[in-house]
């Protein structure tokens, strides 16, 4: 079972902008050194819900501040963003981060921010599917080129190319200009995370899956790319290109077997093998909430001191591009929903949740909200908590 942390960078009422992005950051640093196998980053536009608007952008400097965890986007906003330009970012992530990089990609909602960045509304309700096809073969192809509805270019060299062994430009260690880099630049390969060199179709192995043998001299072919899947519709989507999907933390263990068996049916019918299958199914994601405590009284209550608060001033602030009336969740009971669905409590709790998730829907990898008190401090040992107690009680996983 593969166990990361999920950043939002999320204000708190009374915080400052800077302070969510400092906890962000030292979120990730404290989760590779407690052992935890991710870290995935959101993005958000105009809300204090998160303040992150670039999550390629803050996953870039990540990379660059560790050396072994891997950093995922939970999701870039595919209608927010050229899918070339974003293939672009993932691929430098890709190569210089010796393969440490996952692309998760999502919808997002029918926010304003379609209106001031210029996707419109048409490249959220119609457009995430020929979007998404142009992303998955600028990361795949030598050339692309386009002839859809949203765009239309001519045939351009792709570049820079997944596929090309990154070179350093200076000697790191001892073999001279042009060494490869391993999974995680100078380190030693033993310590590099790992990545499937053969790995060219939609389930290659993750980066910082933690294999225990020697790492190859260069990072997978292409980055992994998940889908944030919230209804059938991008289920069958993501299904039928089989991608692994990323599930919310609304969502509880029932529903996420059941969108699971939705997914295979639909990449079976779609003519996947049933390898292929088997290696996207076990990249699928269970994003959720983790707070550890010595009483699980104790972990709920941190969580609903705070957590209400966050959600009633950053999801009420979200304005939709076309004034379409909205409801939100009462802040308390969707916090209560999410204590009692996700790893809160005491460590023994945790991985017992964690462990009837992976039996229960045969997800064994996790993207878990860490900051749900917005004390940095109170994050910070969370995150220790969840790396030193919990991951020692979990039964081996895929």
């Keep these: 079972m593969r166990v990361g942390a999920f950043v939002l960078a999320a204000q708190f009422p009374g915080q400052g902008q800077s302070e969510p992005l400092h906890r962000a950051v030292r979120t990730a640093e404290t989760a590779e050194a407690a052992g935890l196998d991710s870290v995935w980053l959101a993005e958000h536009h105009f809300v204090p819900?998160?303040?992150?608007?670039s999550a390629v952008t803050l996953a870039a400097l990540l990379l660059g501040r560790t050396r072994r965890i891997g950093v995922g986007t939970a999701?870039?906003?595919?209608?927010n963003a050229h899918p070339v330009a974003l293939g672009e970012q993932s691929a430098l992530l890709h190569l210089t981060s010796g393969g440490r990089f996952t692309l998760g990609v999502g919808r997002g909602g029918p926010w304003i921010d379609l209106e001031v960045l210029g996707g419109g509304l048409d490249a959220y309700e119609h457009g995430f599917?020929?979007?998404?096809?142009?992303?998955?073969?600028?990361?795949r192809e030598e050339r692309v080129g386009a002839d859809g509805e949203r765009y239309r270019f001519r045939e351009v060299d792709v570049v820079p190319r997944c596929?090309?062994?990154?070179?350093?430009?200076?000697?790191?260690?001892?073999q001279g200009a042009g060494h490869q880099v391993t999974g995680a630049g100078d380190l030693p390969a033993r310590d590099a995370p790992a990545a499937d060199t053969t790995?060219?179709?939609?389930?290659?192995?993750?980066?910082?899956?933690?294999?225990?043998?020697?790492?190859?001299?260069?990072?997978?072919?292409?980055?992994?790319?998940?889908?944030a899947c919230t209804s059938p519709t991008s289920v069958r989507l993501a299904a039928r290109r089989c991608l692994p999907m990323l599930l919310g933390m609304h969502c509880g263990d029932a529903e996420k077997a059941e969108v699971v068996a939705l997914w295979r049916r639909e990449a079976r019918e779609a003519g996947h093998d049933p390898d292929e299958i088997a290696r996207a199914a076990a990249l699928h994601i269970s994003a959720g909430v983790a707070q550890v405590a010595d009483t699980t009284a104790e972990a709920a209550e941190s969580l609903t001191k705070a957590m209400p608060g966050w959600f009633r001033t950053g999801l009420g602030a979200h304005r939709t591009v076309d004034d379409r009336?909205?409801?939100?969740?009462?802040?308390?009971?969707?916090?209560?929903?999410?204590c009692g669905l996700h790893p809160v409590?005491?460590?023994?709790?945790?991985?017992?949740?964690?462990?009837?998730?992976?039996?229960r829907t045969g997800i064994g990898r996790f993207a878990l909200l860490v900051e749900g008190t917005g004390d940095l401090a109170a994050t910070?040992?969370?995150?220790?908590?969840?790396?030193e107690e919990v991951l020692a009680l979990l039964p081996p996983g895929p």
């Design 325 to 338: 009336n909205r409801t939100m969740r009462d802040p308390l009971a969707y916090t209560e929903l999410l």
């Design 163 to 174: 596929d090309e062994p990154f070179a350093l430009a200076h000697d790191v260690g001892g």
């Design 129 to 139: 599917p020929e979007a998404l096809d142009l992303l998955l073969r600028w990361l």
């Design 345 to 359: 409590g005491t460590p023994r709790l945790c991985a017992d949740r964690l462990a009837a998730t992976y039996e």
């Design 49 to 53: 819900y998160g303040v992150c608007p």
């Design 380 to 387: 910070e040992r969370n995150v220790q908590r969840l790396g």
């Design 199 to 227: 790995a060219d179709a939609p389930g290659e192995t993750a980066p910082g899956e933690g294999h225990t043998g020697p790492a190859p001299s260069r990072p997978a072919s292409h980055p992994a790319v998940v889908v």
């Design 75 to 79: 999701v870039s906003v595919l209608p």
